[in-house]
């Protein structure tokens, strides 16, 4: 190998580490990678899985009031709202683990008020979160969710 082949490799490399280095620096290494055909997959942000993981264990515990008031009271319609809290649990990547709840009130209109009261304070935890997460993906799930916390709220209110 020559002298001068030796010199421009080793140039070449130093300068394509320095173009990759500003690419990073200036917050454009996904858009080199998408140039040269590499598909980037975004690291999850910290805080949005610190968010993800309060809203499962706050959206389980939703549904184990939920279920919890549907077994004291079995004459009220509460089988559609089940159905919905389990499938924003799924959308979180939550279990329905057993979660401890607090027996619901034995008085029908109590109880569907403590469960009004929980959704309502959801929503306004959730719609927090949404302000706080990071990623859209996670901003549009909380969003929707805290929206669908309202829809229960009220549902639970037309039913008293």
């Not at 990678?33 to 910290?46: F, K, N, Q, R």
């Not at 990547?93 to 403590?114: E, H, N, S």
């Amino acid at each position: 190998m020559t002298r001068r082949v030796l010199l421009g490799t080793g140039a070449a490399v130093v300068v394509s580490a320095g173009a990759l280095a500003a690419a990073g620096l200036t917050h454009r290494l996904d858009d080199v990678a998408e140039a040269v055909g590499i598909e980037p997959t975004p690291l999850p942000d910290p805080e949005d899985s610190r968010i993800l993981r309060r809203a499962s264990k706050a959206t389980a515990a939703l549904l184990a009031s939920l279920e919890a008031t549907a077994a004291a009271h079995p004459d009220l319609a509460l089988a559609d709202l089940e159905v919905i809290g389990r499938e924003q649990l799924t959308a979180l990547g939550g279990t329905t683990a057993a979660t401890d709840v607090a027996a619901p009130p034995a008085d029908q209109g109590a109880a569907l008020t403590a469960l009004e009261d929980a959704y309502g304070l959801a929503a306004t935890q959730r719609a927090t979160d949404a302000g706080e997460a990071f990623s859209p993906a996670l901003v549009r799930v909380l969003a929707s969710m805290s929206a669908g916390h309202v829809q229960t709220a009220r549902q639970l209110r037309r039913l008293r």
